[in-house]
């Protein structure tokens, strides 16, 4: 019984492993941009693996690259990322609708690696999901996430210009991938989709009106100094 479980348990794994293989693809230009700004901003190449490890959180990253330039509190960084992510607490419970039966920790483990091109991925299976397939999915996607941050700060400022334009859009072109033939499977993801997306917006007027002030009262390094990351040699 437990020799069935454990492979029962491995295929699952593998299964999710497989399934992540296209979000891994759809980070690759996304992250690669990360670690290139985050390298122009200032961030060694430690901090910004730290970053992308820990707070595994793209948009939210973005952000806080662009709150570190303005010279921002850590409070109010944490506290921006903390609002931006607020949409999670609605996947993860929409998830939890779907999930197998599985102990509070376990479940909280596999909760850390949900993103919204995992959720959509996980939400769009058919039938229940299991812990296996959960971490198998995270894993793939968390991994090259973090890896290609790296490699972006390393080698992002030699690539083509073209396509560094190109990579910052990437993430919501293969978000919108997923979530369309997903929609056109049932209302239920329709009615979850805009529920996420009215609560992002309300969420994220005070950040505008934050970072606008902020750009008022105090511009950028980079606006200041006529910067283009895009060019930088260092």
């Not at 959509?120 to 968390?142: D, H, P, Q, R, W």
């Not at 080698?155 to 334009?165: A, I, M, N, R, Y």
């Amino acid at each position: 019984m437990t020799e069935m479980a454990l492979n029962k348990s491995g295929t699952e794994f593998r299964r999710g492993f497989q399934a992540g293989i296209t979000i891994a693809i759809g980070y690759f230009p996304v992250a690669l941009t990360f670690g290139l700004l985050a390298k122009t901003t200032g961030l060694s190449l430690g901090e910004t693996l730290l970053m992308s490890f820990f707070v595994y959180a793209g948009a939210a990253q973005y952000i806080s690259l662009s709150l570190l330039t303005l010279g921002t509190s850590a409070f109010e960084i944490v506290l921006t990322t903390f609002i931006v992510n607020i949409r999670h607490f609605l996947m993860s419970a929409s998830l939890n609708e779907k999930s197998e039966e599985d102990p509070p920790m376990i479940k909280a483990a596999y909760a850390f690696g949900i993103t919204d091109e995992t959720f959509s991925v996980a939400a769009v299976k058919e039938g229940t999901v299991s812990a296996g397939y959960m971490f198998g999915l995270n894993m793939i996607a968390y991994l090259s996430w973090g890896i290609f941050s790296g490699v972006g700060y390393m080698v992002g400022s030699s690539l083509p210009k073209t396509f560094q334009e190109g990579m910052s859009v990437a993430l919501y072109a293969m978000f919108v991938g997923l979530l369309v033939p997903s929609m056109k499977k049932g209302m239920k993801v329709v009615y979850l989709a805009v529920l996420a997306a009215i609560f992002n917006t309300i969420f994220a007027i005070p950040i505008i009106i934050q970072t606008i002030s902020l750009f008022m009262v105090k511009p950028p390094l980079l606006l200041l100094h006529k910067y283009d990351p895009f060019h930088d040699d260092c």
